[in-house]
């Protein structure tokens, strides 16, 4: 813990205590935000699936158990098994560590693309600000899952290819949002203040720029993971992602739906994981970005419509 | 507003031509094994070498002039081999790789189709998203708040897909209700044509409420932080009147840009449930020819694709600028 000390005027000081930035924003997660803690917890719960895979897993996500294939749920198979009677148990934990590879490897990719083009247009501005933004313009309007499929279609299957592929649309795409941020960020005194002691650009942009962007850098890593894992799974999905015999969430649904009228629960698991998954990054991104967010805060500014009009009609009854 | 609107053309001018190279690139990539695969499909019944065979096919293709050249003829400012301009400038995609049709007719056939389906989903999107967003904005922090921020975010996360095939399947167990399988034109047949869009429909409105409603939330947030919000609130108007007069109709104009954005999304989104519900739109042609490496027609579906959302947004920003004095003067 740190401590502040403020002097006002002579005689009186503040002693403000204050802690540890990540601290402070754990601590009011769990206070203000109880879905956003939740969420947190399923994240939490997503990585260490993902890690301890082989641990977690009761069998490999490849073992095959010839005698009982399509298994119903049971005792040795919680989940069941799948066509080829591997348990689907398994396969979903599997899953996870896939999940976890795409919506890190995506986010990653996609928050230093976003970054890279976000400041050199924003910062720049001018002539390269044009040029690059008409680039973007002219990629976002590409149906996101067309341009994916038409691209996956072209490098073939893979995991390493469906992250960059993705990672990519996410850069180019979320560029935008730090584009403007790097714009109002720039209009601050103190970066004309530097710049009249003439520091170079590109201290100013790693120094002082780059710092104060981050909150929104963080919040587009986050949401972004939820939606790189939805993406992965649909394409997939529809064949062209992460091929077979590697678990992936969308792959093991559309093998499942194959087998829907012998075998209804194949589709439900992973679909089910997907749902959760992706609910628990959203809820956690939410939060993430009201308590980052100075102007969501609350306070003396803050709207809040039934409480106010309840709150007037009480200094009415008490002027009364 | 003139200027506006002319300056807004110009850009997109420009848009357009960077989306005709993007699309034109994509496919130039094509991997070698498309006119292995085409020369291995007339091999047989030809008595040219193999070598002839490729030079021919590449010379089908187009592929054996300077790569502008290729651009420019697919285009269609530039003279075709037998002298014609004929390119998508004029309306002409080409021909299909193997059944030879037009492209054109091909994707015009399935325009509707998506356009139905895109036009139910954005009708259940609005209906679901308003209500709960504005609700939401006004009791932020309450137990309706965090339920309808819930509902949202469940929206979101929870796969189309998955949901079409739940729903494809269970109902036809259960009460031997069976999914439809062939496609009725709205024409010939209309409610069995509704009743085959309805579940496909909303389902994809369900995942684009999600992120309507969360917009709906904010700006409504924003709008009753505002000075003149307050200055009704401390004149004595009833909440349902600084709601519904002063706050929503501010509220509700960069909603309308939200949707324009949702577009890409919501076309993609129809990739996979016209596969699952077989509805033969533009989704089903886009995986139809991925399959069969039918690049030409690819480059087509994605172009058309493009320029719809293009001129949708230009038809949002322009809405936004008339409804807005603002943006104009930027």
Redesign the interface.
Known sequence: MTEATAKISPGTTIKMNRRPFLVDVVIRLFKEK??GAVGAIIVLLLLCAGIFAHWLAPYGYNEVWVGSKLAPPSTRFWLGTDNLGRDVLSRIIYGARISMYVGLGVSGIGVVLNALIGLLSGFFGGRTDLIIQ??V???????????I???M??VGPGVPQMIVVLGVLYGITGSRTIRGAVISVKQNVYVEAVRSIGCPRWRILLKHILPNIMAPLIIIFTVSI?GAI?TE??VS??G?GIPPPIPSW?GM?SQ??LD??KA?WL??W???A???V??GI??FG?ALRDLLDPR?RGGL??????K??KR?KRLKTAEK | MSAYVIRRIL?IV???L??T??VFL??R???GSLVELMVADKYRESTLSMDEMVAQVREQLGLDVPIWEQYLRWLGVYPQKDGKISGIFEGDFGESLWSQREISYEIFRRIPISLELGIIAIITALLVAFPIGIFS??????GGD?FG??VA??F????G???G??I???PA?WFGWPPPIVYYPITQDFWANIGQFLIPGILMGMAMSGTTM?MTRTMM?EV??QDY?RTA?SKGLR?RAI?VRHALKNALIPVVTIIGLQ???????S??ME?IFSLPGMGRL??DS?SS?DYPV?SG??LV???V??VA?LVVDLTYAWLDPRIRYR
């Open positions: 109880p879905l008409r680039f313009d002219a990629w976002m309007c590409f149906p996101g899952l067309f341009i499929l038409t691209v279609a072209l939820g939805l799974s649909s999905f529809l062209y969308g649904l499942g739906r829907m009228d209804p589709a439900f992973p679909g089910l997907l749902a959760i992706v609910y959203n809820m939410d969501l500014g803050r709207y809040s419509g039934g106010l009009s007037l | 850009l420009t848009t357009l960077l989306v190279i993007i994509s496919v990539f094509i991997p904005a006004i009791r932020q922090d309450t965090y921020r819930s975010i469940l979101i996360a929870v796969p897909f998955w949901l095939t739940m494809f399947v269970y167990r969360r947030l009753l932080r919000v609130w909440e709601v577009l890409p999304i919501l076309i993609g989104g990739v996979i596969q886009m995986l991925l490496r690819v579906v994605n694709m493009a320029t959302i293009l947004n």
